[in-house]
């Protein structure tokens, strides 16, 4: 075929696909955007969410204005979605239009690197985007890979009922053990080694511990930049300049051993295993796009199984003929024992309490936020050009049309129930769905059960002098992930 022919067919098909472009931003012109709050000058509705839960305060205001709502924050038109028909649309039926990523200003990383190299970040599923996340997919949170590195989770949580039972009759902090044992997890699994060093309530903060904590609490500030876009290059609030020290810091504890590894100092050793680190240099990856996929990994994985654990344990102790059915079926299948990971689909009890839990309590409530890169229609309404899009997941799973008693615990509505956290149930889906769905979703699904079963299973706990175990306090911290205002603090004691 010569190009004269070849010109007059692709020619008509181009003007076609103008025509349809054009056509269809106008039509959607022509819709309203969801109904919302009226915004004032300038500020928007700034002020009718100050001081709030985000994810509270946007499942009342659906309560009046419906399923799909928008609020402008400053300049920063927002769209919401708190229903499983409409996390559907956006999610499956507009998964590819509304798959880029909003970023937030406080980013430590530029526009440019975050499209070469970002599993989590990046403004659209470019070719980069979906290299690495096959590559992760193979290397790392693969069905094979899982199933490798499943001695490495099962010995930091030995590790951690260790160190716990030395703690016996003290008061425990809950989430901060965990959080040790899931970060140790990750960097034994990335690069063979622990980035948090064992400790006693005498021990002052572990650096990379404070480092981890502290940027999180930063993610989760409000940035005026984020509601002023014309404000983003200024960092008002200094928020995206603490973000990168802290960054920098978190990247120099695990820079000389990338560093090494990368230029042969440190070949395969025979007392450890293939890593991931091993697979990136194998793949040619650069030291700066390890860093980043490094700390993508880290940040993200650790808080979110941390505070889920948390959350579970501080309900299972409210919820006693839970925790009593619990142990029923860990003492029936486990023993006095450790729990392995090949023994969790026999956990069917194990397997509701996480799923209660992640129904009640989502790390992330909103998900990550979505940007809508060109104008299109969700549920006959218009979606204008990088409106951020989120999901209310954690209204999703309160709602009573979707959830019976849906404010109690109640592990038992998940027996015998088809519903999983994969991403294909939209009215139960706390890792989110669709492309952009939570890629260490495989590691969290074996990691969250088995520290559960290791708490449970090896300890009973109380609650320290004057306290009640059913009265604890369940108030929610707002942040990059949501969890308890106060810390879990319990007294364990060794079964027998």
Request: proline share 7%; net charge neutral.
């Amino acid at each position: 075929m010569d190009a004269v022919a070849l010109l007059s067919i692709c020619l008509p098909l181009l003007l076609i696909f103008i025509l349809r472009k054009l056509l269809n931003i106008r039509r959607h012109r022509n819709l309203p955007i969801p109904p919302g709050p009226t915004p004032w000058p300038i500020l928007g509705n700034i002020l009718q969410l100050a001081g709030s839960m985000p994810h509270v305060k946007f499942a009342e205001l659906s309560n009046t204005f419906g399923p799909l709502i928008s609020v402008r924050l400053g300049m920063q038109l927002v769209v919401v979605g708190s229903s499983p028909a409409v996390a559907e649309e956006i999610l499956k039926e507009n998964d590819r239009v509304l798959s880029a990523r909003f970023v937030p200003a406080a980013m430590p990383f530029e526009i440019h690197n975050l499209r070469r190299f970002s599993i989590g970040f990046s403004p659209e599923c470019g070719e980069g985007w979906k290299a690495h996340r096959a590559m992760c997919r193979t290397e790392l949170f693969g069905g094979k890979a899982i199933e490798s590195s499943a001695w490495v989770r099962e010995k930091k949580a030995i590790e951690m009922a260790d160190g716990i039972r030395s703690k016996e009759g003290m008061a425990v902090d809950v989430g901060m053990e965990v959080f040790d044992t899931v970060l140790n997890s990750i960097s034994n699994t990335l690069m063979s080694m622990d980035l948090i060093k064992p400790r006693d309530a005498s021990q002052e903060d572990d650096s990379m511990r404070s480092l981890a904590r502290e940027y999180i609490e930063i993610q989760g500030e409000p940035n005026i930049s984020d509601l002023y876009p014309m404000l983003r290059r200024m960092d008002i609030q200094g928020l995206r300049k603490k973000a990168k020290r802290l960054t920098h810091k978190m990247i120099d504890a695990w820079r000389m051993i990338i560093e090494k590894r990368g230029n042969g100092e440190e070949g395969m050793k025979e007392t450890r295993t293939r890593d991931f680190l091993d697979a990136l240099i194998a793949h040619n990856y650069t030291k700066e796009a390890i860093y980043q996929i490094f700390w993508e990994l880290f940040t993200a994985g650790t808080d979110t199984i941390t505070v889920t654990v948390e959350w579970a344990m501080a309900e299972l102790v409210r919820n006693p003929k839970s925790m009593k059915r619990l142990r029923e079926e860990l003492d029936r299948y486990i023993g006095p024992c450790t729990t392995e990971e090949n023994q969790l689909p026999g956990l069917p009890y194990l397997q509701a309490c996480v799923n209660e839990t992640l129904r009640l309590h989502p790390p992330a409530t909103l998900l990550l936020p979505r940007r809508a890169p060109e104008p299109c229609k969700v549920m006959d309404y218009a979606i204008p050009k990088d409106a951020q899009i989120l999901i209310n997941v954690w209204a999703i799973g309160r709602d009573p049309k979707v959830w019976e008693d849906p404010l109690s615990f109640k592990p038992e509505r998940f027996l015998d129930s088809s519903l999983d956290f994969k991403g294909n149930h939209f009215e139960f889906m706390p890792f989110g769905g669709g492309r952009r769905i939570c890629p260490g979703l495989p590691m969290a699904a074996k990691q969250v059960p088995l520290l559960l079963a290791t708490l449970v299973n090896l300890f009973d706990w109380r609650v320290p002098e004057g306290g009640n175990l059913e009265e604890l306090d369940m108030t929610e911290q707002w942040g990059i992930t949501v969890k308890k205002a106060q810390p879990l603090l319990l007294i364990p004691s060794v079964r027998k």
